[in-house]
């Protein structure tokens, strides 16, 4: 059968890669500590599965509108408007199956081919596989260890032409847990009204941060309503990632186009998903909090560990649950050392190239494991490598 050529341009997310060679690895016996897959180890708090299962015994089990259900448009409007500061209308909000649909329809609706698309690097892979199939070329734009992960607004002037129709910024970041400035947001917002930008702004680890770092959207910026589509979701923060339920704010007219394109894949997000996220947004929040909590905690732990490993060298993340740490000085690419420690250690990471070129000399470990998991795959880490430079120094 013929393959269209597009595909040819579409990338994948190689942490689902890793997971499948982990899992093939305990399926032959292996013990594998997982610390590979962005998600949290925490079940969904109960307020929201027992929402879930009203809706679904009160019949909640059709087709809903293509935007959204309204009740469900109305309380996302109403929590971003409260947690960013800023007035938000139900028109500016799109409910999708999952937040990725956000990601892949809102460039579809406002890129065209040979437009240029700035994107953090390294950064979440499905920027620049979305960005290269809509037949656009991806400008990375690196992210520097030495500011803690953000990046260089002199530098991002720089790779700023007349093509470049959209900038595509994340915080708190994966994979880095690095997190911009407010300082960082208004300068940013300037140069996207100075230059007619659009901002795609993903904010789906908004509510886990750290260390006092509160999250700040360009939201909340004058006049960056109207060039902004914002993603979130609930996948993170509530422990939701099999329910499958993000959403988008943007302009309204955008709004229209992004459901259209939501008629045309998906119909509808289930209904039933979109009653459970009213309840997580609407009640009690306290099973979310005890869960960032616990990620603070883990942080702390790995990132001790990380920096107590010869050729390691953490920063610690003030958002997100990701740390990223420099293996410069280990000698050692980014690829060879995540293969060495799935099947030499048996600790499932991934390496820095996983998010673009610029993730070279880095590995990307999720602590959304238990401590007893982390410290275990910390002591593994250790013997592996000790392993490694006995032989080194024995050829």
């Not at 027992?50 to 469900?72: C, E, I, K, Q, V």
Request: with cysteine.
């Amino acid at each position: 059968m013929h393959v269209a050529n597009r595909m040819e341009r579409l990338g994948t997310e190689t942490a689902f890669e890793v997971l499948v060679k982990a899992k093939a690895l305990e399926a032959e016996g292996r013990d594998i500590v997982h610390l590979e897959i962005g998600e949290p180890d925490f079940d969904t708090p109960q307020n929201i599965i027992d929402a879930g299962r009203d809706a679904l015994a009160n019949g909640f089990t059709h087709y809903g509108p293509s935007p959204g259900m309204p009740d469900a448009r109305e309380a996302i409007a109403a929590y971003v408007a409260k947690t960013r500061g800023i007035d938000v209308s139900p028109d500016e909000v799109v409910v999708t199956p999952g937040a990725k649909p956000i990601m892949f329809f809102g460039m579809m609706a406002t890129i065209d081919e040979g437009d240029e698309v700035i994107y953090p690097n390294p950064g979440f892979p499905i920027y620049e596989s979305v960005i290269n199939f809509l037949g656009a070329k991806a400008v990375p734009l690196p992210l520097q260890e030495e500011k803690e992960f953000r990046f260089d607004l002199a530098d991002l002037e720089s790779r700023i032409t007349e093509k470049t129709r959209m900038l595509i910024i994340n915080s708190p970041q994966n994979p880095t847990g690095g997190v911009l400035t407010e300082d960082d947001l208004r300068d940013i917002a300037t140069i996207a009204e100075q230059h007619n930008m659009i901002i795609f702004s993903d904010e789906i680890y908004s509510r886990i941060t750290y260390d006092g770092f509160e999250h700040r959207s360009i939201l909340q910026f004058p006049n960056m309503q109207e060039r902004t589509i914002m993603l979130d979701g609930f996948s993170k923060t509530y422990a939701m990632t099999g329910w499958r339920l993000g959403y988008g704010v943007m302009p309204p007219a955008i709004a229209a186009l992004v459901s259209k394109l939501q008629t045309n894949c998906t119909s509808c997000t289930a209904s039933f998903t979109q009653m459970a996220g009213i309840e997580a947004l609407n009640g009690s929040q306290d099973a979310a909090q005890k869960m960032i909590t616990e990620f603070k905690r883990r942080r702390d732990a790995i990132v001790d560990g990380l920096n107590e490993i010869p050729g390691f060298r953490c920063h610690p993340p003030h958002g997100a649950f990701y740390v990223f740490p420099n293996i410069e000085g280990t000698g050692r690419s980014s690829a060879f050392m995540a293969h060495y420690l799935l099947n030499e250690a048996g600790v499932a990471c991934l390496s820095g190239t996983a998010f673009g070129a610029h993730g070279e000399g880095f590995i990307r470990f999720s602590y959304a494991n238990s401590i007893e998991n982390i410290q275990m795959a910390l002591d593994r880490i250790k013997v592996a490598l000790a392993k490694l430079n006995e032989v080194v120094a024995t050829t």
